[in-house]
């Protein structure tokens, strides 16, 4: 069993859906959560980064994290055609030292106009 | 806005070839990292350098990778000879500080494909 496990999709939804996207995780000293969006033939870009568990908003995109389940999800609200990429979650165990993150291996999203 | 940037975009050569990859983070950031990201899969961490020095590099595959960064600024990541399995995107990242590990911001890759 992989560390994060995120199902590679791919998802297609129309425009001004509320998108879903989850991850679940089996390291419980995983403490720092991230998700990254990740535009073709791009590198990652960070959207969200949250500690422990507990929801972070910031416009249309809410993180959730649950460490009791080992589940963290990212919503998006009022999806747009610019949203269409692929989201990789990712996790870290430690802020202070070494910044080994473990991705997931990316839901592919494409928005429908 | 600041970029982290890498160049070559794209490389294609031979197996058993050379091929050098070169990364430039945002200006102030101590802290460097590279991933190599192979299709459909998320990135995996190569190497981890904090000013000049070598933090993590326990998954570099040390017998044909070598990484440096010698000024503590920009850096280069070599394969020496490359192999088929190493065709991958190839991304440079950085951070500002120690108590910014996991705010990382990634290059947009160099795409290396042998053949």
């Known amino acids: 069993q992989k560390e994060v496990e995120q199902d590679p999709g791919p998802l297609s939804v129309p425009e001004g859906a509320i998108v879903s996207l989850n991850c679940t995780y089996s390291?419980?000293?995983?403490?720092?959560f991230m998700w990254y969006r990740q535009y073709s033939r791009k590198g990652p870009e960070l959207l969200m980064y949250?500690?422990?568990?507990g929801n972070k908003e910031d416009g249309r995109f809410t993180a959730q994290v649950d460490k009791s389940s080992k589940y963290i999800s990212l919503f998006i609200r009022d999806s747009q055609p610019s949203d269409s990429a692929t989201y990789l979650c990712?996790?870290?165990?430690?802020?202070?030292?070494?910044?080994?993150?473990?991705f997931g291996k990316g839901t592919k999203l494409s928005v429908k106009p | 806005e600041a970029e982290v940037a890498q160049s070559p975009r794209y490389k294609i050569t031979e197996k058993s070839q050379a091929v050098a990859f070169w990364c430039d983070p945002i200006?102030?950031?101590?802290?460097l990292y590279w991933y190599r990201q192979i299709l459909g899969q998320g990135p995996e961490l190569l190497v981890q350098?904090?000013?000049?020095?070598?933090?993590?590099d326990s998954q570099l595959p040390k017998d044909r990778f070598s990484a440096e960064r010698l000024k503590g600024v920009d850096s280069t990541l070599k394969i020496q000879p490359a192999e088929l399995g190493d065709s991958a995107m190839y991304l440079c990242?950085?951070?500002?500080?120690?108590?910014?590990?996991?705010?990382?911001?990634f290059g947009p890759g160099t795409r290396l494909t042998v053949l």
């Open positions: 200006s102030g950031h101590a802290t």
């Open positions: 990242a950085s951070s500002p500080d120690r108590i910014s590990y996991n705010e990382q911001f």
């Open positions: 990712a996790m870290s165990s430690s802020g202070g030292s070494q910044g080994n993150l473990i």
């Open positions: 949250t500690y422990s568990s």
């Open positions: 390291n419980s000293a995983f403490q720092y």
């Open positions: 350098f904090q000013d000049e020095s070598v933090v993590d």
